[in-house]
């Protein structure tokens, strides 16, 4: 067989050899060959597995003869293509332009984004969600200026043509390649049901590579890519490779599993394709219309018994199988329910990838190949003709979610192209197939809707628990609906389709009434549902979204058509909707549903209309009956949000209230509050306002509160209720006819109050404004619509406040505050009540705007909401004024005036405050037909009702005398009028007076709302003419005035009332002012209403007084009668004891107030002494505590508060007293440099840091180099350690008794509240503070400070101390005595131990080891001096205390020390003292044991000597030999810097010194020069053979400068300050001396002079630092023979040791590394960077910023012993402080031990904003103020005080 021929040969010259043969004229040879080749090759028969050998075999055919990488090569180089098409997967970091994008969708890969030039555009990075492609180089989605310098170029044109044979072989090969996949698909898949173990991952794992393989080529270019699409799209090549030959056996069963799986992929399965395929052909318009609208009516209550759940041959019964036939039958094209057919390569691999449910290799393949327009277009139209199939496919998978998102993936960038959607639309019929398929998936969740009649009810609505809104399966296709609907032309389409657009209406019914809420009674609900999420959401995206969509259409005159049809249609829906329910003319009780989206949809075209397309209202509005019932459910659902508010539907649960904020919450407000106000806008503006108004007060439930008398009862509420519900309705009214923004405002006008709304509620940063800001409509645009822009328009309106920091360490953010002038012109109280969520953002709002008042001086003690002035409303809602103007609601207004002077009960500031507001409003707004001006009606002719006209402001001065009330017999008016009639023995109605006046009476006023309501209702339906066909179910007016079973009977009263409501406003202003002529006559003529605009409810009144007497004579006359009548007004019948109560409340409220005030006052002060104790205020009483200084008497002891019992008293042996401490490790010291620059972080590959410059690594090397040569208990003592993981001690200041602190951490132990701390570690907060605390520092009994004898200065020579000081130290330790005392002592010091880690304590050879804990010991108080310096600022030049000394415990930690370190006596023939002071006699025989010398002198570290020395001194050690310390290590380190000063020297240099040193030897004073002494030790030092030689060469090129004698006393200056700094700093705490400030320069004399080291300070100028010496010894001798010992050295085989001379004692303070300023510079370099120890990428990089270390944070891959590597990276570096930059999140975290905490972010957006997480992916620049505070931190060691928000990490971070 000549394939086996074949296949022997080694691939590459098969290959050649075929593509030889094929390139000759008569190729069927070559033909024959190859199809035999890759029958063997790829014959899928071989075995399940798919064989890696054939995939290898295709690369060498391809490449025909040459290597598969050169091939990939040359193909490249014919790329033609001009987008970049990069394709990629979910959580890639893409960027969106959209000052450069068309579609909003549009998005670009890094590469391309950072070869464009973005600056100045509104752009941001993003984390794709569900992945996408680069639309660089295509102009249909961005405008060309955005390109990419690469794609910028039209490639096309340059490019030479493809050579024909270059492509040849894979013309040949590929096909046979795909057809491999495609059976190996076909093969693989197994039906949900046949196969319990349906693995599909598995076929998909073997197939990895071969798909792989095809998305290789897809990336070698265009030339490749047109060659797979000729392939894909072949339907010649289809046919014959498909079915397999006839004598393939395996081909033919491959092909008819294909058949089978094809078979279930139409919406409908064939057996019901019969009922309506009849339909179908014949359908015309007019039927569709029908068969959509019966559609909503279609019969449920009997089919709702869903048999089939799991559409298993999608046959649904019932309801689903009626419907879907009418389905079928109303579509144009019944091809949606047809079963697929297949008639290319590329319609089958689509067929595949979704019945695998997308695989994202497969995926990532088509998408590959889009930049081939061919390719698109072709593989758009398969991708639709798949449509149904995929939703259907998606409504049955269990990884929905991710199926999602790749549907999506493909989707959008098939759609966001206006050509192709348009063309796909036209050719596809792509609308139809959505809203078919968007239909029959809301079908299979339907149930019966409860509404209004549960039992007859026909509407059928989604059930919201199903899982298919849940999880928001629905949104892919929502998603790709919303999509094309942007594009004008799709949108048009659609409008102009009548019959898609009555499927669209009977789609958007299912959601009309969904998630029902009915109103518990008894019982509190058991479970609380929270499907309300899913209602909203579905609500939100599948109705409003399409919604805003097509509105963005209907823009313009031209398009009025389309509005019409769509209001026509929506009236038709509702219509039906209404007789679907059952609905007559009333709401069902305590039901309650937020989603009425056809009432929106119809609200929001009118708007629409009217506002752009200059359409008559009218022309759109139905009648009044319509109207009427258009407005019960909106209405509804304002009343019971009200209810929401008043609790009474708190059995719900809290899913209510959350249902309740969401319906208001910005990002739904516009599609569901907003048109509902308007819609109750329009129906207020057209029906009967009396009706509307009655009606607004029932369904408020308030109707029987609005009586006049004193008691009344209420059926539906209880009284607590009766409030706010009373409110609620006020304030809606209010609401409804002052809102103005589909009435008339601009889109920049609404923009403007919206935004001054939430800056009035609170400040707010310029992210969450965005987010607040109610979107205008098309969410998908991202652009607010309109003139002016958002940012224009915050400036405007509002300041810009910088992010400050708070000392508390709460980070503020950039925030926007309104200007002063918008609080003074343009708060608006309305607004901000419409758009809180939460109730307690009025009280904020109102609460500011109290504080702007005050600030700016206008003083009222409490101000009411202010009264704005509105737009005026569109022309088309004039009649929404009326609502301002009828009886019914003055009639309320008087009865509510009346009630709230008489001080009826469930009356409210805020119920005064709306009727106010409410009558102001009608002043403002006058209805245009009536006359202003009418003349006093009289009395006799308003018989029948208490007004005589309509017009509010003749209204407002009507007197009205008698009403009749009906109460229950119990009510105080009932007793009154029995008294009078006791007095007057006759009944008053046929009283002395005319018998006209006894028919007035017997006329009182009687109101009824609700008679008032039905009278109307009955008129209005009677005006339709429907007559009696309608029947109203009577309801007579008493029945709701008598609820069943109340006891007291009600009887009807007669009032005599006698006042109009100016008179009433008048007595008002009298009782709120509490003065009796409040307003005297002359008040009118003053009245200046520009200074009425803000104040309380006296300034309100005043201002409608004034409104009304401007704007009406009569009133003005009636004013002045009233403030005339000058008799003290008296509330009739009701005497003084009312008033008397009024004012006495009055008064009381002052006392209390005043009272609260003054409390509050005790408090403020309190508070402020006590925070000036706890913070770092320079207090003088902070002082007390630690240092009490010299000028307490000689013997007094000091006294300590403790903060738990509150005693005071000495700290004693038995009872110790303590400091609360927190102990910590740092290893801060150790990151010193010598450079003041911070080291930079790396951000290219180039740059690099290296740690061995730190000063923790130079002592590492320092003591390590010394332990190889000298002996080791030399060398513990000749050097500190504690740079890194030194232990630091400070504390907050406060003491207590330890034995009360033992039962307080007792009781923290049982106290089961979680912490933020340990108490098993022993951590604990100051009981006074709160500070965080670990430990308790004894403190020694006695005296604070070594005073008087201590301090005299000392008359002794030197010598003589030398001597004392030798004999003190000859002393032994003497062991304290056991007590409580020095048990504590004992217990810091294993508290002190216990801090830091085992590696930091143990540098001896035998951990452990009594010179390894001496070590250690005075290292810690090392570390805590020189930490004290670097809180000073590294020196000592600020002088006084310092914040750090605040905290500075050093007093009590040295004696805690000493006390530990005295049981270390020092070995005298080794005491360092005796070598300081004196020559010895050479011990030279002792160097021939192998015993190790000790360490020279002149290589030890001076100030641990200087420490070493004063722990050991018995304590306390007086001053004088203190200095003489200090004084001897002077001349050491002097010594040492001369030294070292030598060896920076060029030989001459040396040479020229030493001689001038030896002339000046023999000088008077030559031991206080520093020549002579320099010189004598270059020539001592000269006799080691190598301290010179070594470092000459290099030194010398260091110090090409010439050393001047200033240079060199500089140098030596600098040299000796660190020791000085120190021992000053110790003087100071030992001793209590003062530091005085000075300048820099006179820093070292001031320091020698404190130190006593020379006689009078001088000025620094000519100062010379030797002066300073003094010697009690022969200089030259002593500097003799600590040279000698380093000589001694060059003979032996320690010389290398010679090199620990060369010593620099000074460190730069410590700094974090320096960041770069673009956070994206961060970003871009390390969050694709592989990790070092694990070499993957890490999901959460992690950089530290003190070494600049790359983590993974969290992950698993570098754990070691449990412990992930950000925590041991913390203790590794920072002796477990941890300060982490997270560069996903752009957050810093920090860990200290076994906790952490989010600091927060040091970068920041052009805002002045965070942006945690990347979410917003705005530019973030540094923002240098908050890294200065985080790195003062962590030098000051506070993380722990200021950081709030700690919590375990359990080692996982």
Not at 1659 to 1685: H, P, R, T, V, Y
């Amino acid at each position: 067989m000549m394939a086996a021929l074949l296949l022997r040969r080694d691939k590459r010259t098969t290959a050649a050899h075929l593509k030889a043969d094929l390139q000759r004229a008569d190729n069927s040879s070559g033909l024959r060959q190859l199809r035999e080749l890759l029958d063997t090759v790829l014959d899928p028969e071989r075995g399940s597995d798919p064989d890696p050998e054939g995939l290898d075999w295709c690369k060498w055919l391809l490449a025909g003869g040459d290597a598969f990488d050169e091939f990939c090569r040359t193909v490249r180089s014919y790329d033609n293509a001009t987008l970049c098409g990069l394709v990629w997967t979910a959580n890639f970091v893409a960027y969106r332009c959209r000052t450069c994008g068309i579609s909003p969708c549009m998005s670009l890969c890094a590469e391309c984004f950072n070869n464009s030039d973005h600056t100045g555009h509104d752009f941001n990075m993003f984390r794709s969600q569900a992945g996408g492609a680069c639309d660089c180089g295509d102009g249909n989605v961005m405008k060309e200026s955005g390109f990419c310098s690469r794609h910028r170029l039209k490639t096309g044109e340059n490019v030479p043509s493809v050579p024909w044979d270059l492509l040849l072989m894979s013309e040949m090969v590929l096909p046979r390649f795909i057809i491999t996949i495609i059976q190996y698909l076909r093969d693989g898949y197994t039906e949900p049901e046949s196969a319990a173990d349906r693995d599909l991952q598995k076929v998909l794992q073997q197939l990895e590579p071969h798909i792989s393989f095809l998305e290789e080529l897809t990336k070698m270019g265009g030339a490749m890519r047109t060659v797979l699409t000729k392939i894909l799209t072949n339907q010649q090549t289809f046919k014959e490779l498909s079915m397999g030959q006839e004598e393939n056996v395996f081909a033919k069963r491959n092909y008819e599993k294909y058949l089978s799986a094809l078979k279930s992929s139409g919406l409908v399965s064939v057996e019901e394709k019969g009922a309506g395929g009849a339909g179908a052909g014949t359908a015309t318009d007019t039927s569709a219309g029908a068969g959509a609208l019966s559609l909503l009516g279609a019969t449920a209550a009997a089919s709702l018994e869903d048999s089939s759940k799991e559409e298993d041959q999608d046959g649904l019964q019932g309801v689903g199988q009626r419907k879907r036939v009418k389905l079928s039958s109303s579509t144009k094209d019944p091809s949606i329910m047809d079963t697929l057919k297949h008639k290319c390569f590329l319609e089958e691999l689509l067929f595949w990838t979704i019945k695998y449910e997308f695989p994202q290799k497969m995926v990532t393949f088509l998408l590959n190949m889009l930049p081939d327009q061919d390719y698109k277009i072709t593989f758009t139209k398969t991708f639709v003709q798949h449509y149904a199939f995929i939703m259907k496919t998606l409504m049955k998978s269990h990884e929905s979610d991710t199926m999602s998102n790749r549907i999506v993936h493909i989707s959008v960038q098939l759609f966001s192209n206006e050509e192709l959607a348009r063309h796909v639309t036209e050719e596809c019929h792509l609308l139809d197939i959505m809203v078919t398929v968007l239909l029959y998936m809301m079908e299979s969740c339907l149930i019966k809707s409860e509404l209004q009649d549960e039992e007859n009810n026909r509407h059928v609505v989604v059930n919201c628990g199903e899982a298919l809104l849940k999880n928001n399966t629905y949104w892919p296709l929502v998603s790709d609906f919303i999509n094309i609907l942007s594009h004008q032309s799709v949108a048009k389409r659609f409008l102009e389709d009548r019959s898609l657009l009555l499927l669209w209406m009977s789609f958007v019914s299912y959601f009309q009434g969904m998630n029902l809420n009915k109103r518990e009674l008894n019982e509190h609900v058991e479970f609380e549902s929270q499907t309300y999420y899913a209602a909203f959401a579905a609500e939100l995206e599948a109705c409003a979204q399409p919604m805003w969509g097509l509105l963005t259409h209907c823009k313009v005159k031209e398009t009025q058509d389309y509005t019409k049809t769509v209001v026509r249609y929506c009236l038709e829906t509702l219509q039906m909707w209404f007789d679907a329910i059952g609905f007559v003319d009333e709401p069902s009780l305590n039901q309650l549903t937020f989603h009425l989206p056809l009432h929106r949809y119809y609200a929001m075209f009118l708007s629409k209309g009217v506002k752009c397309q200059g359409l008559d209202l009218d022309s759109l509005l139905p009648d009044q009956e319509m109207l009427m019932k258009i407005m019960v459910h909106p209405l509804q659902i304002q009343a019971s949000l009200s209810e929401i508010h008043s609790n009474m539907w708190v059995r719900n649960g809290l899913q209510i209230k959350g249902q309740a904020m969401t319906y208001v919450q910005s990002h739904f407000c516009n599609s569901m509050i907003d048109p509902d106000i308007y819609l109750l806008q329009v129906c207020a503006s057209r029906l009967d306002p009396d009706y509307f108004i009655s009606s607004v007060f029932e369904r408020f439930k308030v109707v029987d509160l609005l009586t006049m008398a004193s008691q009344h009862q209420n059926a539906v509420l209880d009284s607590e209720q009766e409030r706010p519900m009373l409110e609620g309705a006020l304030t809606f009214l209010v609401i409804l006819s002052s809102l103005r923004i589909h009435l008339g405002m601009s889109d920049d006008e609404i923009l403007r109050a919206e935004m001054v709304s939430q800056l009035c509620m609170n400040d707010r940063t310029h992210s969450s404004l965005l987010d607040l800001i109610p979107e205008n409509p098309n969410p998908k645009s991202g652009v607010v619509p309109g003139s002016c822009s958002f940012e224009e328009m915050l400036s405007a309106v509002a300041d810009f406040k910088a992010p400050v920091f708070e000392p508390g360490g709460s980070m503020q953010q950039g925030m926007y505050t309104p200007k002063a002038e918008v609080w003074e012109k343009e708060f608006d109280p309305i607004m901000v009540i419409l758009r809180t969520v939460y109730r307690r953002d009025v009280q904020s709002a109102m609460d500011r705007y109290t504080a702007f008042l005050k600030q700016s001086g206008v003083n009222t003690g409490n101000p009411w909401p202010p009264y704005k002035e509105r737009t005026p409303l569109h022309p088309c809602y004039r009649g929404l004024a009326r609502l301002l103007h009828c009886k019914t609601l003055h009639i309320v207004i008087f009865t509510l005036l009346y009630k709230i002077w008489m001080d009826h009960q469930n009356m409210s500031e805020h119920v005064l405050c709306m009727v106010l507001y409410l009558i102001e409003l009608g002043l403002d707004n006058q209805v245009q037909d009536d006359k202003v001006e009418e003349e006093p009606c009289i009395e006799e002719h308003c018989h029948d009702s208490w007004f005589p006209g309509t017009s509010l402001l003749s209204n407002l001065h009507h007197v009205i005398n008698f009403v009749r009330v009906r109460v229950p017999e119990t009510a105080p008016e009932v007793e009154r009028k029995r008294e009078r009639e006791r007095e007057r023995e006759t009944p008053p109605s046929t009283s002395s007076e005319s018998a006209g006046f006894g028919q007035n009476l017997r006329e009182a006023q009687v109101f009824s709302l609700v008679a008032e309501r039905r009278r109307k209702f009955q008129e209005i339906i009677n005006r339709s003419n429907h007559e009696a066909s309608q029947a109203v179910r009577p309801k007579s007016s008493s029945s709701r005035w008598l609820p069943p079973g109340s006891p007291p009977q009600l009887v009807t009263e007669i009032l005599e009332i006698r006042e109009s409501m100016l008179s009433l406003l008048v007595k008002l202003h009298q009782k709120l002012s509490a003065k009796q002529n409040s307003l005297s006559l002359s008040w009118l003529a003053e009245v200046d209403l520009a200074h009425h605009a803000h104040g309380d409810g006296l300034t309100a009144i005043e201002r409608i007084l004034a409104k009304a007497a401007a704007r009406s004579r009569h009133s003005k006359r009636c004013l002045q009668e009233i403030c005339g009548k000058v008799c003290p007004p008296v509330p009739p019948k009701k005497n003084s004891p009312g008033d008397k109560k009024s004012m006495d409340k009055e008064e009381r409220r002052q006392r209390a107030r005043e009272r609260q005030q003054k409390l509050l006052a005790e408090f403020a002060s309190r508070q402020k002494s006590f925070m000036e104790t706890a913070m770092d205020v320079e207090s003088p009483e902070a002082d007390a505590v630690m240092d009490v200084g010299s000028t307490e008497p000689l013997e007094s002891e000091v006294l300590y508060d403790c903060v738990i019992c509150g005693q005071s008293g000495p700290s004693t042996e038995d009872r110790p007293t303590g400091l609360v401490v927190l102990l910590q490790a740092s290893s801060v010291l150790g990151h010193r440099c010598r450079s003041d620059t911070p080291k930079r972080l790396p951000t290219t590959d180039e740059e690099h840091i290296y740690p061995e410059d730190t000063c923790g690594a130079t002592n590492d090397v320092r003591l390590s180099l010394m332990q190889r040569y000298f002996k080791d208990s030399s060398c513990l003592q000749s050097v500190s350690v504690g740079w890194d993981g030194g232990v630091y001690v400070q504390t907050c200041g406060h003491t207590l008794h330890i034995d009360c602190h033992k039962s307080y951490m007792e009781s923290l132990r049982n106290d089961q509240v979680l912490q933020g701390f340990s108490v098993d570690k022993g951590e604990f907060t100051c009981p006074l503070c709160r500070q965080f605390a670990n430990s308790v520092l004894p403190c020694r009994p006695g005296r604070g400070m070594e005073t008087g004898a201590w301090h005299t200065p000392s008359t002794k020579s030197l010598s003589t101390l030398v001597k004392e000081v030798e004999d003190l130290q000859e002393q032994l330790g003497i062991f304290p005595t056991e007590s409580n005392l020095s048990k504590e002592m004992e217990s810091v010091i294993k508290d002190i131990k216990n801090t830091t880690q085992k590696k930091y304590m143990d540098y001896g050879k035998n951990p452990g080891s009594p010179d390894n804990d001496f070590l250690f010991m005075y290292s810690v108080a090392r570390t805590n001096l020189e930490l004290e310096l670097v809180h000073r600022g590294g020196d000592l030049c600020s002088g006084g205390a310092s914040a750090a000394a605040k905290r500075s415990c050093l007093n009590q930690l040295f004696h805690v020390l000493a006390m530990h370190m005295r049981l270390y006596s020092i070995d005298s023939a080794y005491n360092p003292w005796t070598r300081l002071t004196q020559t010895t006699h050479s011990r030279e025989p002792e160097f021939c044991d192998d015993e190790r010398p000790e360490v020279p002198m002149l290589f030890r570290d001076v100030p641990s000597l200087l420490i070493i020395f004063i722990l050991t001194m018995p304590q306390p050690l007086r001053k004088e030999h203190f200095t003489c310390v200090v004084k001897v290590l002077y001349s050491l380190q002097f010594t040492q810097a001369l030294a070292a000063l030598s060896i920076r020297f060029s030989r001459e240099e040396r040479l020229s010194w030493s001689n001038t040193g030896a002339a000046k030897k023999n000088m008077p004073n030559s031991d206080k020069s520093w020549e002579s002494l320099l010189g004598h030790v270059i020539s001592e030092l000269t006799k080691a053979k190598d301290v010179y030689d070594t470092n000459s060469e290099e030194a010398f090129v260091l110090s090409s400068s010439v050393w001047s004698p200033q240079s060199i006393e500089f140098t030596l200056q600098q040299f000796c300050l660190p020791f000085l700094r120190l021992s000053c700093l110790l003087q100071h705490h030992l001793y209590g001396d003062s530091l005085p400030g000075c300048l820099v320069e006179e820093e070292f004399s001031l320091l020698t002079g404190c130190l006593s080291l020379t006689g009078s300070v001088q000025s620094s100028g000519s100062m010379s630092s030797a002066a300073c010496l003094d010697w009690n010894f022969n200089a030259f001798d002593l500097i003799n023979q600590w040279c000698s010992e380093v000589v001694a050295l060059s003979s032996t085989p320690s010389q290398q040791s010679v090199s620990l001379l060369v010593q620099d004692p000074q460190w730069a303070a410590p700094r974090l590394l320096h960041l770069p300023d673009n956070y994206n510079t961060i970003f871009q370099f390390y969050h694709r960077k592989s990790c070092t120890s694990c070499g993957k990428t890490p999901k959460d990089p992690a950089l530290c910023l003190v070494c600049g270390a790359f983590v993974c944070l969290k992950g698993h891959c570098c754990k070691q012993q449990g412990v992930c590597e950000c925590v041991l990276h913390s203790q590794h570096c920072g002796a477990a402080t941890g300060i982490f930059l997270l560069v996903n999140a752009s957050v810093i975290i920090i860990i200290r031990g076994h906790r952490f905490c989010l600091w927060g972010s040091v970068y920041l957006d052009a805002h002045g904003e965070e942006d945690r997480d990347l979410r917003r992916g705005k530019p973030l620049y540094l923002c240098e103020e908050r890294y200065r505070v985080l790195e003062q931190q962590w030098v000051s060691h506070t993380f722990d005080h200021i950081n709030k928000r700690w919590g375990p990490h359990y080692n996982g971070l």
